[in-house]
């Protein structure tokens, strides 16, 4: 018996070695392309594109970073795409959570019918709407300008989904009680059912805003001016035009990656949270 | 107010966006696809001329889609089986009780999924490089000769997969976890008593308890893998050889760069088609295997 359990722990050593052997290398698998660009974006012009490939920047310079902002004008680039992502976060925001408590706790002709109709929609792909909707926003005049980017992203069936799935827990009682007083409708909404809300609105935000900020091919149709490009768009754009410049393209590189990595390393638990919540039902 | 009339002033925003901006488009992408719809259409509606379903049947002899819908396939056959490995393993590693600093690496390995596509594909294309690339120079150590990654056909969509399962298997690793925490305690140790091995136990409890969680991530994966688009745009405009050309870099061309609306929009509902056929075998295979 106590050979059995010698054997046991020399085993669960090894065993042990193992899985932080896997997970150091996937770690750093994973990490290795953000560290690399890291690197790369404070070498001087030139200092990457050497053999072997230089890890460390040999002398650290943030003139790549200069040069982005004074010539290539990333300054309203970066500017086009917090404005762009952030108006999309707000209003989507507001406009999904009021439908997502209706259909949990409203009542309405037809409620079931059409929620089941926008669940079964979710297996449309957005791409199949993007030529029909460019010729729409031709019509109307929001090509080339950032409300064309915005408008379709104001409301969307996941975040309905969402915040009908956490709305459900909210005690009935307590909005007959508040209805009983003489609160109105607007209030209940705002005062009641808001602040309880809170945690899947903290979620809702953080994914609608990363999900815009990397949004890529939507911006690249409807944006066709130069000046109004969201950070991904003109990023492809400048890669294509400065292929030589590895320590200036890295340097983009990083401004475009570095907002919603920070985001998401201050606000992880929200966002895994949602992210579970929102594939329980595929 | 009267209460219904309220619940509609809730839920109205919503559906009208909804409706007008996706419902309306998806409605008219079907219509356009039985159009010539073109850049003559785009200059005046009236040379606009309805051709029943010949965008579709011109399609099916097109080379080039079907050298596209190829080259998505292998993508998607590669791509999603190796990426649920990824995922799978990283999350029985996170998950092996003698695992410490599991929140770290949880973070570290998810930080991919948050990053912005386009700009890791701009970085791959460095990284990839055939000479200066850091990946060919540490595959120099271990006696392999310079792949010319991007710019030989035969690796070019090889290198996108690679991207594709760096960038995703964080996401997938997150519901595996959630997956592996539900399963009893129990079951495993009901197992070690009768003297299963490690190995066992993952073939006979893990693997079967994970049905339901495997039947969503693959659907979910094969689905969003369909959808190719950013990365062949952003690192190889769909060369060498039109090699890495997928079904919505097709229609993209199409449709944005030689506006033929008409015909990308029978591109994108033949991409849709594909999807639902294979998403919905799939849901049909795992309820036959009783996985859901």
């Given at each position: 018996m106590s050979a059995a359990i010698r054997g046991g722990v020399g085993e669960s050593r090894g065993h042990a070695l193992l899985v932080h052997a896997g997970l150091i290398a996937l770690t750093l698998l994973s990490l290795a392309p953000l560290l690399w660009m890291l690197s790369v974006s404070f070498m001087p012009a030139g200092g990457a594109s050497r053999f072997p490939p230089p890890l460390l920047p040999s002398s650290i310079t943030l003139d790549n970073y200069r040069a982005l902002f004074d010539r290539i004008g990333m300054g309203g680039y970066f500017a086009n795409s917090a404005l762009v992502a952030s108006a999309i976060t707000l209003l989507s925001l507001l406009i999904n959570t009021m439908a997502g408590y209706a259909f949990a706790k409203l009542r309405f002709a037809g409620r079931e019918r059409i929620f089941k109709l926008l669940l079964a929609a979710?297996?449309?792909?957005s791409q199949v709407a993007m030529l029909p909707l460019f010729l729409m926003l031709k019509q109307m005049g929001l090509?080339?300008?950032?409300a064309g980017v915005v408008v379709p992203g104001l409301a969307s069936i996941f975040g309905i989904f969402l915040v009908r799935q956490y709305a459900r827990?909210?005690?009935?009682e307590l909005i007959e009680a508040a209805r009983i007083d003489g609160a109105g409708e607007w209030r209940i909404f705002f005062r009641i059912v808001l602040p309880m809300l809170k945690p899947v609105l903290v979620t809702l935000a953080i994914f609608t805003f990363m999900g815009s900020w990397n949004d890529f091919m939507w911006p690249l149709i409807v944006l066709t001016d130069q000046t109004n490009y969201t950070l991904p768009v003109a990023l492809a754009s400048l890669s294509r035009e400065h292929i030589q410049d590895v320590e200036m393209m890295m340097a983009g590189a990083v401004l475009t990656v570095l907002p919603v990595l920070l985001l998401f390393l201050m606000l992880q638990r929200y966002y895994i949270q949602g992210l579970l919540l929102g594939s329980v039902k595929g | 107010m009267k209460r219904s009339l309220v619940a509609w002033v809730f839920v109205g925003p919503a559906l009208i966006v909804l409706g007008v901006f996706f419902g309306l488009p998806v409605f008219a992408a079907l219509l356009l696809s039985l159009t010539d719809f073109d850049l003559y259409a785009l200059a005046d509606w009236r040379n606009l001329r309805f051709v029943g379903f010949g965008n579709y049947i011109e399609l099916l002899q097109t080379p080039l889609f079907w050298k596209s819908l190829g080259n998505t396939f292998y993508f998607v056959i590669v791509g999603v089986p190796l990426s649920i490995a990824v995922s799978l393993g990283a999350a029985l590693l996170l998950n092996?009780?003698?695992?410490?600093f599991r929140a770290f690496f949880r973070t570290a390995l998810f930080a991919p999924v948050v990053t912005t596509l386009v700009a890791v594909a701009v970085i791959w294309r460095y990284l990839f490089h055939?000479?200066?690339?850091l990946v060919n120079w540490a595959l120099g150590h271990v006696g392999i000769a310079p792949i010319d990654w991007l710019g030989d056909p035969q690796w070019a969509m090889p290198t996108i997969i690679l991207l594709a399962v760096w960038k995703n298997f964080g996401y997938n690793m997150v519901i595996f976890l959630a997956g592996l925490q539900a399963i009893p305690q129990d079951l495993y140790e009901a197992a070690r008593i009768d003297g299963a091995s490690r190995r066992r136990q993952f073939w006979h409890i893990t693997l079967p308890m994970l049905g339901p969680v495997l039947m969503v991530v693959g659907v979910i994966t094969v689905a969003g893998y369909?959808?190719?688009?950013a990365e062949p745009y952003v690192m190889t405009r769909g060369d060498p050889l039109q090699s890495t050309v997928s079904v919505l870099y097709f229609m993209f061309e199409e449709g944005f760069r030689w506006w033929n609306l008409g015909r990308a929009s029978a591109v994108a509902f033949l991409l849709f088609l594909i999807i639902l056929a294979i998403t919905a075998a799939m849901m049909r295979f795992g309820r036959k295997k009783g996985m859901v």
């Open positions: 979710l297996v449309i792909p090509v080339n300008s950032y827990s909210i005690p009935d | 092996a009780p003698v695992a410490r055939s000479s200066y690339g369909f959808q190719l688009f």
